[in-house]
């Protein structure tokens, strides 16, 4: 059964542009969270999807991070426009319903903003 | 405010010994925790768990203590081997599905 894949694995930008992020989670997962990681530093939550519906977007830097889960199924997260801090690893991750079921994380997407 | 924290961002041991790594969190509504593993360019893999019932839970060479009182965990690796070289982030929740994560620690097993 194939993992949480997530494209692009790099994507470098100049800052002003915009990006798009694609997640998608193992098959059947219903909860679908974003994560990211600056500079080393610990990994922080950003969102939490459960099919469609955005369940708690708490980590949200500010209103130019824009994620969507059309249909259920795989997510994207935009970045509109990019700034230099919004550099990192980006990692999606899915788990099944309960909130001990293991999150399985994506590789990643490395961001640099320019 | 950061509710877990590794203080130990650098550990080095000999294959064969053991490993112990801390994690310290602030936040008394954690009631479950788990350690990550993470290799570069690849995103974190599962390796443990523990209840905030328990205070001890053990997975082959893995095992995972939580002291409640101290809002301490820590995960002890024995024997050490070379594949266990990687980033280990503890990381806990509660109740709500988001983790919280430490920094992490990276972990260098010598021969």
């Known amino acids: 059964e194939a993992g949480v894949t997530q494209f692009p694995s790099h994507s470098v930008i100049e800052k002003g542009q915009t990006v798009t992020l694609r997640c998608d989670p193992i098959s059947g997962h219903d909860n679908l969270y974003w994560y990211r990681r600056v500079m080393g530093k610990e990994i922080k939550f950003l969102l939490h999807f459960v099919k469609e519906s955005k369940q708690d977007e708490s980590g949200m830097p500010n209103n130019r991070f824009l994620a969507e889960r059309t249909g259920g199924t795989y997510s994207t997260l935009k970045v509109q426009p990019a700034e230099l801090e919004d550099s990192g690893v980006y990692f999606c991750a899915s788990s099944g319903t309960r909130h001990t079921d293991t999150q399985y994380f994506g590789p990643g997407t490395r961001l640099t903003v320019l | 405010d950061q509710q877990v924290k590794q203080n130990s961002p650098s550990l080095s041991v000999q294959e064969g010994r053991i490993s112990i790594l801390n994690c310290d969190y602030t936040n008394s509504m954690f009631d479950y925790f788990l350690w990550y593993k993470k290799y570069p360019a690849e995103g974190p893999t599962f390796l443990i768990s523990?209840?905030?019932?328990?205070d001890k839970n053990e997975d082959g060479r893995f095992t995972v203590f939580l002291n409640k009182s101290a809002k301490h965990l820590s995960l002890h690796i024995v024997p050490s081997q070379p594949g266990d070289s990687a980033v280990y982030f503890c990381?806990?929740?509660?109740?709500?599905?988001?983790?919280?994560f430490g920094a992490g620690t990276t972990v260098t097993v010598r021969a």
């Open positions: 523990i209840s905030s019932i328990k």
């Open positions: 990381a806990a929740s509660d109740n709500d599905y988001k983790l919280s």
